[in-house]
């Protein structure tokens, strides 16, 4: 009975590199192919922020560069409260 505690978890067919979300701290992140940039963004379904990863970097995406993505006016508005105009 206390092998089971050390079992691994189910091996899963994509590694995240982002388990949470860097604003709000949701496990409840989506993954987004971005077929024009050839990667994969990370849509918090928490907070309706979107973030990027590379090279060990988060960074957070600007929404106008995400074309044909249903969730764009959304967060277009989350992004627009975030960086308000100066």
Not at 68 to 74: K, L
Request: aromatic share 6%.
């Amino acid at each position: 009975m206390g092998n089971a505690a050390k079992q691994s978890p189910e091996p899963t067919p994509i590694r995240r590199p982002l388990t949470r979300c860097p604003s709000c701290g949701s496990g409840r992140l989506e993954p987004i192919a971005d077929f024009d940039e050839d990667g994969m963004r990370f849509l918090c379904r928490n907070c309706d922020r979107c973030w990027h990863v590379e090279l060990g970097y988060v960074q957070r995406v600007q929404p106008g560069a995400c074309r044909g993505c249903p969730q764009r006016e959304r967060c277009m508005q989350v992004y627009a409260l975030d960086h308000p105009p100066r």
